[in-house]
């Protein structure tokens, strides 16, 4: 069973960095499949950030590339996004997901976390 957890502050200053780490249990972050992050703003759909491949390559959202990094600790099995500069409108709940590929539809999907930026 692929499981998959995500934590970090649920609460973010305005202007700083949020940081989520993925935690993986049941696969390994090297196997063949994507692993990814997405968010859901509230009243908002969900919106895909970026993915880092078994391969360690990142590709990112181009709406939130200039701010975003995606980065793993393989010997931990967790994948870690960061997000820089961050205003009220990246308040949302954060998701890690598994996909096969590119642009499909993840599997395996973590509970998810709240994050507010608020001051």
């Known amino acids: 069973q692929v499981q998959l957890q995500e934590s970090g502050p649920g609460l973010v200053n305005p202007s700083q960095t949020l940081s989520l780490l993925c935690s993986v249990s049941g696969d390994s972050i090297t196997a063949n499949y994507y692993w990814s992050w997405f968010r859901q703003p509230p009243g908002k759909g969900l919106e895909w950030i970026g993915d880092i491949p078994y391969t360690g390559s990142t590709y990112y959202s181009p709406s939130l590339e200039s701010r975003t990094s995606i980065s793993r600790d393989t010997d931990k099995n967790q994948f870690t996004l960061r997000l820089r500069s961050v205003t009220p409108e990246d308040t949302a709940v954060y998701y890690c997901?598994?996909?096969?590929?590119?642009?499909?539809?993840?599997?395996?999907w973590g509970q998810g976390t709240q994050v507010t930026v608020s001051s």
């Open positions: 997901a598994r996909r096969a590929a590119a642009g499909w539809a993840a599997d395996y």
